[in-house]
Structures are given as C-alpha cells and as structure tokens.
C-alpha cells in the first residue's frame, strides 16, 4: 500500500510560481508511475502531469507545458511539481495519485491518492 500527503500549496500572483511535494510512504513507491491532477470547482479532475519510477519519462496536458515541471526523488520518497508562471485558471486543488498502469493519465488508472491541496492564483 502507499500513502500520499500533499504540501506546498498557497496563493500567489499571476506569474508567479509554487513547488508542490508529495511524500509516499510504503514499500511499493518506487515501481509506480507518480501523477499530478487538480480539480477545480464544479469541473471534473484533470490531468496535470506524471512521471515514470526512474524519473526519465514525463508527460503534461498541454495547458501546462512549459511552465510546470514534475520531478521525483526516490531516495526522499517524494515527488514535486514546480509551477512557474501561473495563472489564474491554475486554480484548483492539486492531487498527487499513484499508478501501476502505463503513461496514465486517467484518474481511473490511480490507485492511491492524496488529500490536495489548494493553489490559487490571483490576476
């Protein structure tokens, strides 16, 4: 089993930036692919971006490449999402979620997920 607990989240100006952590405890974690999504009100959850146990596959929606960049340190059983630029349809509260599935990006591919947190971005 895995527990996820996310941090780092907060408001901040459009432009400005945020790193979210996501810390993973059981023994497990290191064969999951680790996901990003958020949700804002009345939306469904979306995905954000993933990446693969060993860190070197990564993939993002569109609607945030270039600007977040996900990461992860094995070692340190946590993966982070530095957010850069941001702007205010980045609001929503942000899940990390893990995966034994292949390049998921489908909410319904995640076994695990944490609490979120809520980044808001003002204009």
């Known amino acids: 089993q895995v527990q996820l607990v996310e941090s780092g989240g907060g408001l901040v100006q459009a432009g400005g930036s945020l790193r979210l952590s996501c810390v993973a405890s059981?023994?497990?974690?290191?064969?999951?692919?680790e996901g990003w999504f958020r949700q804002a009100p009345g939306k469904e959850r979306e995905f954000v971006a993933s990446?693969?146990?060993?860190?070197?596959?990564?993939y993002y929606a569109d609607s945030v490449k270039g600007r977040f960049t996900i990461s992860r340190d094995n070692a340190k059983n946590t993966v982070y999402l530095q957010m850069n630029l941001l702007k205010p349809e980045d609001t929503a509260v942000y899940y990390c979620?893990?995966?034994?599935?292949?390049?998921?990006?489908?909410?319904?591919?995640?076994?695990?997920w944490g609490q979120g947190t809520q980044v808001t971005v003002s204009s």
């Open positions: 990446i693969s146990w060993g860190g070197t596959s990564t």
């Open positions: 059981g023994r497990t974690f290191s064969s999951y692919v």
């Open positions: 979620a893990a995966s034994g599935a292949m390049r998921p990006t489908s909410p319904t591919k995640y076994d695990y």
